[in-house]
């Protein structure tokens, strides 16, 4: 498996990361040096084994679906870089 | 007095209780320490007047005869851990200016019962790196030197401004936290003891998360005792984490008696890594001999996957990554780049996060982000999630012959020089975690501590892995082993 500039760039636009179209080569690379290291996964024998989806074997805690916490919006807008009138303010996204 | 600062959490508690002292003494004594402390930026963001106002209230505590193990003892908080209203970055650009408006369930429970913070610690960002390199902060440094020679080590990572600090006798404790060695390997790197628990004993809740399923806050410390009186405070179940153990928390300390008599230690010979020095392999085999001299069984054990753990960590750890460095937006907190006109939402995203995140980071969230794309899902993140299947399972089986812990190296090498591994590519750094790796994916509690020096001076450490839950017992295997091999060495001031 080998990651050339086009697969550098798709993955860079999903992960919502803007890269320079000059720096595409070198990341690419990078990226096959680190799955080149990965692929040695493919020599184990996994046949019948379960993917672990949790470390310990307790049943996750269950609560009662209510609200616990709330109605303090000020301290939710507190860190937004940009609010207004109780809500996060972004660019805008609808025409 | 002089020198509070070089105390234990033991004996600085013990003389509280005694009055010998005042938690207000021991807190300047630190702060001061601290002040002249730069040259090994440790401490990234000091709260002198939060520690003066704790260190107040727990000498009234302690007159009132209300002194649980930690009250009035000064320690230092890792940047990963939120607390309220203090800047709380995880050594991340994208965290600039970011002040929680809540406490993080582990620093809380420290709180509760007394302990004094004096400061946020440097670290690498996200916890992502073994050197401390890649903090937003600058490299933090180890207070340890080969020699004579003036070339700045790493205090490892990535709770490396943890370790620095501690082993220079800046605070008496500190929070870490150990996602693939992050407390263990820079304990080693500096000559102090730190644990990681078993995962779901510290609550995750207010610590900026890395990758969910390997993450745990543990203790580092000056010795073995100090590590189960601070771990104790630091653990117990917590409803804000879904993950959290509802287990009793035990008397850590209580149970350290130092006899090991019959215990049977574990040896696996996957970890005589090829190429490993031979200082690593003389420290590994006195450690052996100690805890033999020590009473207890050595037997040889095989933990068949250990070569596949860094492997399936770096798909797991950057897949959990890539979903939960989302949230670093532009638009709940921290960072946003500034716009250009006719920017929209998806240019403020990409823009943010190319500013915000580091070069690592961006690395492993869009490495992530490959592994858990379409078409790639099953090949990357579901086989690295059954060889991790595996990887516990051979822990299991070697518990399952009656083995009580088993006793690796905590490191490949010594500390290397801040700058020395710049030009190597990156899958070189990630194999400093080669012997801790597996402990976070089998969810086991792991303690590093310090048993030697090497020729040029450097401390090494010795790991001991336990069995879950049993942390206590691993403790008092630890303490058996620090106290035959009393290393007490500390770095020459320099800084």
Redesign the interface.
């Known amino acids: 498996m080998s990651?050339d500039r086009d697969t550098?760039a798709r993955?860079?636009k999903?992960?919502?990361?803007?890269?320079e179209e000059d720096a595409l080569p070198a990341?690419a690379e990078?990226?096959n040096?680190?799955?080149g290291?990965?692929?040695?996964?493919?020599?184990?024998d996994?046949e019948g084994?379960?993917?672990?989806?949790?470390?310990?074997p307790?049943r996750?805690?269950r609560?009662v679906d209510e609200v616990t916490q709330g109605d303090?919006p000020e301290?939710?807008l507190?860190?937004?870089?940009?609010s207004r009138e109780g809500f996060?303010a972004?660019?805008?996204?609808v025409e | 007095m002089s020198d509070l600062n070089k105390l234990t959490l033991a004996e600085a508690r013990d003389k509280l209780r005694a009055k010998d002292v005042t938690s207000v003494e021991l807190t300047e004594a630190c702060l001061t320490a601290i002040e002249g402390s730069s040259a090994l930026n440790a401490f990234v963001h000091n709260t002198p007047e939060i520690a003066m106002e704790q260190a107040k209230a727990a000498d009234a505590r302690l007159a009132a005869g209300d002194a649980p193990a930690m009250c009035g003892l000064p320690i230092g908080i890792k940047d990963l851990f939120c607390t309220k209203g203090v800047p709380s970055q995880a050594a991340s650009g994208i965290l600039e200016g970011f002040k929680p408006e809540y406490e993080s369930t582990v620093s809380q429970n420290l709180f509760d019962d007394g302990a004094v913070m004096l400061g946020k610690l440097n670290m690498d960002e996200f916890a992502m790196g073994s050197s401390n390199e890649t903090s937003v902060y600058g490299n933090a440094v180890n207070p340890w030197r080969r020699g004579n020679d003036d070339a700045e080590l790493t205090p490892g990572g990535s709770s490396g401004g943890s370790a620095s600090a501690v082993s220079a006798d800046l605070c008496l404790a500190a929070t870490g936290t150990d996602t693939g060695g992050s407390i263990r390997q820079p304990a080693a790197f500096t000559g102090i003891t730190g644990i990681k628990p078993t995962y779901g004993r510290c609550s995750r809740w207010g610590i900026v998360a890395f990758a969910s399923s390997l993450d745990q806050a543990g203790p580092m410390t000056k010795d073995v005792r100090d590590a189960a009186i601070m771990l104790e405070t630091m653990c117990g179940h917590d409803p804000k984490d879904s993950t959290s153990a509802d287990l009793a928390v035990p008397n850590f300390e209580a149970m350290l008696t130092g006899d090991i008599k019959g215990k049977k230690i574990g040896i696996p010979k996957e970890y005589r890594m090829d190429g490993m020095p031979e200082e690593i392999e003389k420290l590994w085999a006195d450690g052996t001999a100690m805890m033999k001299d020590a009473g207890a069984e050595i037997v040889d054990i095989s933990l068949p996957h250990t070569k596949y753990a860094l492997p399936a960590y770096y798909v797991i750890a950057p897949a959990e990554a890539s979903s939960n460095l989302a949230r670093y937006d532009g638009v709940k907190y921290g960072h946003r780049a500034k716009l250009e006109a006719g920017d929209g939402i998806t240019e403020m995203y990409e823009k943010t996060r190319a500013e915000g995140f580091g070069p690592e980071v961006q690395r492993r969230v869009m490495i992530g982000t490959y592994v858990l794309s379409a078409g790639f899902y099953d090949a990357y993140y579901n086989r690295a999630r059954r060889v991790r299947a595996l990887i516990k399972k051979d822990f299991d089986d070697v518990f399952a012959t009656g083995v009580d812990a088993i006793l690796t190296p905590a490191t490949p090498s010594a500390a290397f020089g801040l700058g020395e591994m710049a030009d190597a590519d990156p899958v070189q750094m990630y194999l400093n975690d080669v012997f801790t790796v597996t402990v976070n994916l089998a969810g086991l509690p792991g303690i590093s501590i310090p048993t030697g020096l090497d020729k040029q001076g450097l401390p090494l450490g010795l790991q001991l892995i336990g069995r879950p839950w049993e942390e206590g017992d691993l403790l008092n295997c630890a303490y058996a082993l620090e106290n035959a091999a009393g290393y007490v060495a500390k770095p020459n001031k320099w800084w």
């Open positions: 990651i550098a993955v860079a999903l992960a919502r990361i803007k890269v990341l990078e990226f040096n680190i799955l290291f990965i692929e040695q996964l493919n020599e184990v996994v084994v379960e993917p672990m989806t949790s470390v310990t307790q996750l805690k609560r303090m301290a939710v507190k860190n937004a870089p940009d996060f972004v660019p805008k996204v």
